[in-house]
């Protein structure tokens, strides 16, 4: 999950008008910002999968249905206050928070029964999406399918050179 989260987090961030150009039009460029925005619920989305987890085979199904819930609550509450000033740009940024939310109290009640660690799950991926990014950034004029193809091929390239991949999964 991570190892993908990544990735996608960075090509999106860098390639979010290309995106939203190559697959609704140029009208949908103005969306990119929401987008760039939005794709941090991903990464939580994924991050929090390994608390969710061990919270549910821990026996701990009540916290996970008390953190989801708080999500949504808050989620709804901010939306009220976002969209009427922001539009999509609000409902993007309440999707991110109340995700934050979510990820943070699953973290920290995964933390009373077992210590986790996941942060050194994130150094390779990270490298290997910072090589991904300059090929992006030092090629942003070519064709959005072309960067994604070649963008994915360095960051699984580099991910194998680090380690952070093996044959098998390659």
Request: hydrophobic letters at 60%; a positive charge; zero cysteines.
């Amino acid at each position: 999950g991570i190892s993908l989260a990544v990735p996608a987090t960075f090509a999106a961030i860098i390639l979010a008008e290309k995106i939203l150009t190559f697959v609704y039009g140029h009208d949908y460029a103005p969306g990119a910002i929401a987008l760039k925005i939005t794709i941090f619920q991903m990464l939580f989305i994924y991050t929090n999968l390994v608390f969710i987890h061990l919270l549910n085979i821990s026996g701990n199904q009540r916290w996970y249905l008390f953190t989801v819930s708080s999500g949504a609550i808050l989620n709804l509450i901010l939306n009220f206050i976002l969209i009427p000033n922001l539009g999509v740009i609000g409902a993007s940024l309440s999707a991110v928070i109340s995700e934050f939310l979510v990820l943070t109290i699953s973290y920290l009640k995964t933390q009373t029964l077992v210590r986790v660690n996941i942060f050194p799950l994130f150094i390779k991926p990270i490298i290997a999406s910072i090589a991904m990014s300059i090929f992006l950034i030092l090629f942003i004029k070519l064709h959005i399918l072309l960067l994604t193809v070649i963008g994915l091929a360095i960051y699984l390239a580099v991910l194998y050179l680090i380690k952070g991949i093996s044959k098998e999964e390659f």
